[in-house]
């Protein structure tokens, strides 16, 4: 499948990485260049470096909303679908319902609980016993677009924001590659 890959941080690799292997990724889409720690250094996001590692075209916006350039790049490059993960940005409809099989993003928790951009952090302040990923149809509203996979994850005394959230970025590469082709299929 011929897809555009979103993401920014960290639990976007795995995912990113899992992908590659078994897709045509035609472009990565991360946040640009930021300045990071106590002496301002500019440094690419995990995703962009991951990308450039495995050769992949790395597109970096200012802005997604309101950019004609960057829609009409992501118009003539032709992807079947989209895959947001851990993007950061908000995604306008006209981006959302571009490729044929519109955009599938990768959240967190079991939504409907923990929508926005905290879920894993929720989930261990409230002392959950279990959380898990959904893979949803994405739409204008947060986090409420019609869902295609879900599966739960439990979590374990010991887990902390960083061990949870590698677990579940895993997790969730395995699921999104396990139901893609039965996605674009119908």
């Given at each position: 499948m011929k897809i555009i890959f979103f993401g920014t941080s960290n639990v976007a690799l795995p995912v990113l990485e899992n992908l590659s292997h078994e897709h045509?990724?035609?472009?990565?889409?991360?946040?640009?260049d930021a300045r990071v720690g106590r002496n301002q250094e500019i440094k690419e996001s995990p995703v962009s470096v991951l990308a450039k590692e495995i050769e992949l075209s790395v597109l970096k916006p200012e802005k997604v909303k309101g950019n004609p350039e960057f829609l009409k790049q992501l118009t003539d490059l032709g992807a079947e679908i989209f895959i947001v993960v851990s993007y950061g940005k908000i995604l306008p409809k006209e981006i959302i319902n571009l490729p044929k099989y519109k955009t599938l993003n990768l959240h967190f928790s079991l939504l409907p609980k923990y929508r926005g951009a905290s879920p894993i952090q929720f989930a261990l302040l409230n002392g959950d016993k279990e959380t898990g990923i959904t893979i949803f149809i994405l739409d204008e509203k947060m986090d409420t677009g019609p869902i295609v996979a879900q599966e739960t994850a439990l979590i374990d005394a010991d887990d902390n924001f960083l061990s949870l959230s590698q677990k579940l970025a895993f997790q969730s590469a395995k699921l999104l590659l396990s139901i893609l082709s039965g996605y674009a299929d119908g």
């Open positions: 045509q990724i035609l472009a990565v889409v991360t946040a640009p």
